[in-house]
């Protein structure tokens, strides 16, 4: 079992920035692809950003193109998630999500180990 834990979630006002981490218990981190996913009340879970296992490829909702930046650093287990210029629409809590397998995979079905979540508020 790989333990997932998310951090950096927390409240700002419309136009700030918030960074997410997610951070992995595995030592093999390295050889999953990492998610963002996102779920408002009353929403299902949607994808944000995906990075691969080396970090060299990315894909984004386009929710999050230009918006939000996904980076890793595997000698630290942790991916992050940059997010500048919030809206309200941006108010979810926020998943991590480790997938081992290769490609662009967005749904979550994909993905096979979650975190807890962690909560950002954006407020108008």
């Known amino acids: 079992q790989v333990e997932v834990v998310e951090s950096g979630g927390g409240s700002v006002q419309a136009g700030g920035s918030l960074r997410l981490s997610c951070a992995a218990s595995r030592p093999t981190f390295g050889s999953y692809a990492t998610g963002w996913f996102r779920q408002a009340p009353g929403k299902e879970r949607e994808f944000v950003a995906r990075?691969?296992?080396?970090?060299?490829?990315?894909v984004y909702a386009d929710s999050a193109k230009g918006r939000f930046t996904i980076s890793r650093d595997n000698a630290k287990n942790t991916v992050y998630l940059q997010m500048n210029s919030l809206k309200p629409e941006d108010t979810a809590v926020y998943y991590c999500?480790?997938?081992?397998?290769?490609?662009?995979?967005?749904?979550?079905?994909?993905?096979?180990?979650w975190g807890q979540g962690t909560q950002v508020t954006v407020s108008s």
């Open positions: 999500a480790l997938d081992s397998k290769y490609g662009t995979r967005t749904t979550t079905r994909d993905y096979e180990y």
């Open positions: 990075i691969s296992q080396s970090g060299i490829s990315r």
